[in-house]
């Protein structure tokens, strides 16, 4: 006997989570499907800039967010080789000033807790763990949802917040044909404890070079340091987060580098890697009582840092659209796709964009590095690149 749930979201990740808060304290009944057996995230890092503290605040989360958080106190760009160092502006304080709200560091699972921690505080029940969809269906009148465990859930509408290989996307628009871009990246955590005090600072550094770049920053109050490290290598192809591979294999990929950057890589225990694929952004993430968002309709590379704030900003004005235009959701999901679509399209493209920058032909000499940094990231142009993201109001945008 199928059960009847209001609004059904797939995916209890960091959209998942956010869109149902939002929704659970615009008043709307939810229930979150998640295939996970246990709620768990996995352990990275993740740069959350000040339009997506706008929206955690606005979720009544500004000082859980604040208790497992990294402010950076600068951000700089380093060569790669020499080390050499430029330092870009200061993200911590002056995000405050300049944009209204801070940009800080999280570790994922922190920021995964925190959100599941308020959804479920507000419905104990909302969670149903172990539930992998595996179908989905739509008359007039509802959704169905079908689940690798052989149940099967209607509601009223669904919202498909399952990821980067999203089953609902595949759905309704078919297979995606992802292409690979030639990189792969390789990610990890290290104790804070572990690193020569000249890279254990409170600053967020971007390593460049010919060919790959480095990001590293303080999680979790300066207790860890989070790695990921970028770089052009086309014999790896698989795209998951939970690949493992080798300390080693990680250090001969980055052979050369500054001895900064090894002094991090020698302490990643668990390296992870993965290959980055680009898919084009898509032109409508709707269809009749079904809508999608975060990585299920707009994947990007990590270069822009901006994947799960687009995620937190998604779920946050399609709960307003389903609050504003209740009882007709055709009308809330067709200006939810209009809010959206194109500002996360730019994110997408930008996020490619971001692989020519950080990996110029130019950063391979001292020379050649010196006049690009300073060219590309001159203060005006950094500015030209950030601001229309980091100036969205999530929550006054017209709907
Ligand atoms: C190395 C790296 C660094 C990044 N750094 C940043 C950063 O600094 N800042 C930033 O904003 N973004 C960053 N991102 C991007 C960000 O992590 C993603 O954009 C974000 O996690 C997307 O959230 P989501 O909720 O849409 O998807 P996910 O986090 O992938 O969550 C999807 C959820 O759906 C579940 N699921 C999947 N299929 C099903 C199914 N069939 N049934 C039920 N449940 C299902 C999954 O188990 C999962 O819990 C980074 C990404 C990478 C890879």
Not at 5 to 10: G, L, Q, T
Not at 219 to 225: A, K, N
């Amino acid at each position: 006997m199928a059960q009847l749930s209001n609004i059904a979201i797939v995916g209890g990740g960091i959209g998942g989570l956010t869109a149902a808060l939002a929704l659970l304290r615009a008043g709307l009944d939810v229930d979150i499907y998640e295939q996970a057996p246990e709620l768990k995230e996995v352990g990275a890092g993740v740069q959350i800039s000040a339009n997506g503290t706008c929206v955690l605040h606005a979720l009544g989360l500004a000082e859980a967010v604040e208790r497992v958080s990294s402010v950076p106190n600068a951000k700089e760009i380093r060569l790669w080789n020499t080390g050499q160092t430029w330092k870009l502006f200061d993200l911590g304080a002056a995000s405050v000033g300049l944009y209204g709200y801070p940009y800080v560091f999280m570790h994922r699972r922190d920021l995964h807790a925190i959100l599941a921690e308020e959804v479920l505080r507000l419905k104990p029940e909302a969670l149903r763990l172990g539930m992998q969809c595996v179908g989905i269906a739509q008359s007039k009148t509802d959704v169905t949802l079908r689940f690798g465990n052989g149940d099967t859930v209607r509601a009223a509408l669904a919202i498909g917040a399952d990821g980067v290989h999203s089953k609902l996307r595949e759905s309704l628009f078919g297979a995606a044909s992802p292409q690979f871009t030639g990189c792969i990246a390789w990610r990890g955590v290290v104790p804070m404890e572990r690193l020569p005090p000249q890279v254990s600072r409170r600053c967020g550094t971007n390593w460049v070079g010919a060919g790959g770049h480095v990001v590293h920053y303080p999680l979790r109050r300066g207790e860890l340091m989070n790695f990921v490290g970028i770089l052009e290598r086309t014999d790896w192809q698989v795209e998951s987060w939970t690949v493992r591979g080798t300390t080693a294999e990680l250090a001969n990929d980055f052979a050369g580098w500054h001895a900064d950057v090894h002094a991090i890589i020698c302490n990643v225990e668990e390296p992870y890697k993965w290959a980055l694929m680009v898919r084009p952004p898509m032109p409508r993430w709707t269809q009749g009582r079904i809508t999608l968002l975060g990585d299920a309709c707009h994947p990007m590379l990590p270069l822009l840092a901006q994947g799960a704030v687009m995620a937190l900003e998604d779920g946050l004005v399609l709960a307003r659209c389903l609050k504003t235009y209740a009882g007709d959701h055709v009308t809330a999901l067709a200006r939810y796709e209009a809010a959206r679509i194109a500002r996360t399209s730019r994110c997408v493209n930008g996020s490619a964009d971001n692989a020519q920058r950080f990996h110029n032909p130019n950063l391979g000499n001292a020379a050649g590095a010196e006049a690009y940094v300073t060219q590309e990231w001159q203060p005006e142009r950094v500015k030209e690149r950030y601001d229309w993201l980091f100036t969205y109001d999530a929550t006054a945008v017209p709907i």
